[in-house]
């Protein structure tokens, strides 16, 4: 006997009495999971999940928990990858204005259960326990995804090898594939068009620095919370009971030897045995991408980590006898490939807080754009309030029956800071699983179901169902939006030109300098060359003392390559809409130095005449 999903009342009453029958008769109950589908005359899988990222879970349990046959296949010999393999086990949480759980349903099972700093082994047994749950996932471990099966831009399924038992080749068919791998490798393969870094704002080899977690033991906790929470004088170090943030000042001084590494105030989560876990290592000079520098970085970050100790020895109050206790297993890579989906999500999207049609889950973390190398700090583009993230942003374009999920998803470079956190990945794992469910039934592409309502209603309710957040919302209006030099704010924040940290606060009366304005007329250039090639790429050399009058001499001579005098500068700018009559309302004073307002205007209107 067999029971299938989306059994009303009546329906359970009876399969209840049938049972009740069988086991008075004393008859055998075999509640088996619903067969797979035939493909191509092959018994095959509803779903096929590649990659046991927490994402990857979380899809394959949505997908199986809504009656899907489901297989879950990960490269490496446990579930959890990041959370577990990584070690990154403090999470980047998400609430709204209220303070609200925004990213509910699966991710929150795992939350009540786990905690938001969780000890690493029960977590890989509680993501193992929670597939072995699902009769209807099947689980591949130690299992290598070769190569995707594709028929014209379909993919129909995937060929594996089992690295531990040196298996042959096996191929397997699926109605519907689900990449929750971190770095989009299955929809790589498969051809899906996709972006490196921060090529989508013209920094294409701008990438944030890997982190090695390593764990110590002998450390106080009792003196490290004490210390932070009652003697530091910093406002950004706090503790809890198993949890703490901190020693921001004291890690500033510490000099590595690798001068191509940096250490952090670290993240840091006590342990069952007692051991403490420190995130606060970053590691540039790793392309992520290649399996030999990823085993390279974390080598590099072994040599460091015993320097690191003895400094924290020295330096961290309820550290004094620390010592080394291991690494992580992985590398935490937190950005590689951005896939080409159906919709992009925008930097602006996430800081106008922007609620969407087609929305299948929330995120609200700071945009936090880790360092890309020794020589900078990072930044923090902006605070979100809430903002959506759209059902378009899990389809690829180019091949079909596919969905990408967690931090590859189709997210620019910056928004991604804050959208590739592991909670808000889990959010569209659960979704994908359910948007298979309906893609299957109705006999519909993705592609087509993001143009279509009432099939993003239908997977929408779904997943109310299932406990996720959905309500609709007013967006919160940023100040910033109601600041006449907005518009060019728009523009260059979506070149990173401008950021508003945790305040959304960009000052922009204050003057500007020599590099300030030499830095980002540059990069407009450059940028525009590369979107558009009669653009003729220059380089303007700015003077030390700059005023408006300079300004607009040396944007013409990055759109013309000439040195005009001011009046000349003046007509062509006029007569190219790139001065405007409502920037030049708010200018008083030529002869005076520009705000960042009038400067970033400026730059935005000479960016959209150059690409068009």
Excluded at 436 to 444: K, P, R, T, V
Aim: glycine share 8%; aromatic share 8%.
């Amino acid at each position: 006997m067999r029971i299938k999903g989306n059994m009303n009342k009546k329906s359970i009453m009876i399969v209840g009495i049938i049972m009740g029958i069988l086991v008075f008769a004393g008859c055998d109950i075999d509640i088996r999971p619903a067969p797979g589908p035939m493909i191509k005359g092959e018994p095959g899988y509803d779903v096929i999940v590649v990659g046991g990222e927490p994402e990857g879970v979380a899809a394959a349990l949505s997908s199986a928990r809504n009656g899907l046959k489901t297989l879950l296949i990960e490269d490496d010999y446990a579930l959890g990858g990041l959370m577990t393999l990584g070690q990154l086990n403090f999470l980047d949480m998400n609430h709204g204005p209220n303070d609200e759980l925004l990213t509910r349903g699966i991710f929150e099972e795992f939350y009540k259960d786990m905690g938001n700093a969780f000890d690493i082994e029960e977590a890989k047994m509680y993501f193992l326990n929670e597939v072995k749950k699902e009769k209807n996932i099947t689980l591949l471990l130690n299992t290598k995804v070769l190569e995707p099966l594709k028929e014209e831009d379909k993919v129909i399924g995937v060929k594996v090898v089992n690295d531990v038992k040196d298996e042959e080749k096996k191929e397997y068919l699926g109605l519907r594939v689900i990449d929750a791998t971190v770095d989009a490798d299955f929809a790589a393969m498969s051809g899906v068009p996709y972006t490196i870094g921060g090529e989508d704002y013209g920094e294409k080899d701008l990438l944030m620095g890997v982190t090695l977690v390593f764990e110590v033991s002998g450390v106080n906790w009792d003196g490290v919370v004490r210390y932070l929470k009652h003697e530091d004088d910093d406002p950004d170090s706090g503790a809890g009971r198993v949890n703490a943030w901190g020693y921001g000042k004291e890690a500033m001084e510490y000099k590595p030897q690798d001068k191509m590494m940096r250490f952090r105030g670290p993240n840091m989560a006590l342990q069952k045995n007692g051991n403490v876990l420190i995130n606060a290592l970053l590691i540039f000079g790793v392309d992520s991408l290649d399996p030999l520098s990823r085993d390279e970085g974390i080598e590099r970050g072994k040599k460091e980590i015993p320097y690191i100790i003895k400094f924290m020895q020295q330096k961290f109050p309820g550290f004094e006898k620390a010592a080394f206790a291991g690494t992580a297993e992985q590398l935490y890579v937190r950005e590689t490939r951005h896939i080409q989906g159906e919709y992009r999500l925008t930097i602006t999207d996430v800081l106008e807080n922007r609620d969407h049609w087609d929305k299948i889950g929330f995120g609200s973390y700071p945009v936090d754009v880790q360092p890309t190398n020794p020589s900078n700090y990072g930044n923090v583009i902006g605070n979100p309030d809430k903002y959506s993230i759209p059902f378009r942003c899990l389809v690829p374009q180019k091949v079909d029956n596919l969905l990408v999920v967690g931090r590859s998803a189709s997210y620019n470079s910056l928004p991604h800071g804050s959208a590739r956190v592991i909670p808000v990945g889990m959010v569209t794992g659960e979704a994908a699983g359910v948007a298979c469910l309906y893609s299957i039934q109705e006999d519909i592409s993705f592609r087509e179901m993001t143009k279509a309502r009432e099939a993003v209603e239908w997977v929408q309710n779904r997943l109310k169902k299932q406990g996720a957040y959905l309500d609709d919302y007013i967006p919160i209006r940023p100040v910033v939006m109601d600041h006449w030099a907005y518009p060019g704010v728009v523009t260059t924040r979506e070149l990173g030109l401008i950021e508003g940290g945790y305040n959304n606060t960009y000052r922009l009366e204050r003057t500007i300098n020599k590099w300030n304005l030499e830095n980002k007329l540059n990069k407009v250039i450059r940028v525009a060359h590369e979107r558009n090639s009669q653009v003729e790429l220059r380089r303007v050399e700015i003077p030390e003392t700059v005023t408006r009058k300079d300004m607009l001499i040396c944007v013409v001579q990055g759109l013309t390559g000439e040195k005009l005098n001011f009046i000349q500068a003046k007509n062509i700018l006029q007569e190219k809409n790139i001065l405007t009559d409502d920037l030049e309302s708010h200018i008083e004073n030529w002869d005076d130095t520009p705000q960042f307002a009038d400067m970033l205007v400026l730059l935005a209107n000479l960016y959209e005449q150059l690409v068009g």
